[in-house]
């Protein structure tokens, strides 16, 4: 009896030290990790695509997330809606597919159908939102493509260009980048844009958007059950 009592003991001790340990297991923030990787980062960046050495360049970027980002939490930023009300991250209780852009940047012909279909398909899963850095007046023209089921918001730089914000998600890692965030937003991954050549049919464009948004989302988004074994894409209107 009294061998049986100390291994309960023993065994709730060991619960119990195991949840304090991971209740007080520091949370490193993304621009924390950014300011301590983000020089390195950028002068051999620059140094391979000076050199016109691409997948230098990709490698690097990989890296940077793999081994100092990945795994650390967003900051709080605050952003607007297009209602000009200000929203922060911690708002949206899902997991996050998050895409940083500009309404200057070229999106490949099949994005935005694609990201259409997927959202909606998605929508009570996964918060699903574009930040634009531009003016509510442009960033309401360059909405207008997006369905309901995406979170449009905007940061005005010439109002805010000293910002924590701007210098941390805009001027760190190039547009447009994507992050997927778990519900208590850490980040899980962080993604470049797809590109590839103009030649491309919208239907050979979309497929290939379709089937790179869906990877971040099943593979880190979704739990396994509800992970699709053959997607479909969207169709072609």
Request: with cysteine; net charge positive.
């Amino acid at each position: 009896m009294v061998r049986l009592l100390l291994s309960v003991f023993i065994f709730i001790a060991g619960q119990i030290s195991s949840y304090c340990q991971e209740q007080n297991e520091e949370k490193i923030l993304f621009s924390e990790a950014l300011s301590l990787h983000l020089d390195k980062y950028e002068k051999k960046a620059k140094a391979a695509y000076r050199y016109r050495d691409y997948n230098r360049g990709e490698f690097l970027f990989d890296s940077l997330v793999k081994y100092g980002l990945r795994g650390t939490y967003m900051d709080d930023f605050k952003f607007y809606g297009l209602n000009r009300k200000p929203i922060e991250i911690k708002k949206f209780k899902k997991p996050i597919y998050f895409i940083t852009y500009a309404s200057w940047c070229v999106t490949p012909k099949g994005e935005i159908p694609a990201l259409n279909e997927l959202a909606k398909k998605y929508h009570k899963e996964i918060d699903f939102v574009i930040l634009f850095w531009d003016t509510r007046k442009t960033t309401k023209r360059a909405a207008k493509p997006y369905n309901k089921y995406i979170n449009i918001l905007y940061v005005d730089e010439l109002k805010n260009r000293d910002a924590f914000v701007v210098k941390n998600l805009k001027h760190s890692l190039g547009l447009p980048t994507t992050f997927l965030l778990d519900k208590d937003k850490k980040i899980l991954d962080i993604r470049r844009g797809e590109t590839h050549s103009y030649n491309k049919t919208l239907k050979e464009s979309l497929n290939i958007n379709f089937n790179s948004i869906l990877d971040g989302i099943a593979n880190h988004l979704l739990g396994e059950k509800h992970q699709d074994q053959n997607p479909s894409p969207v169709a072609v209107n």
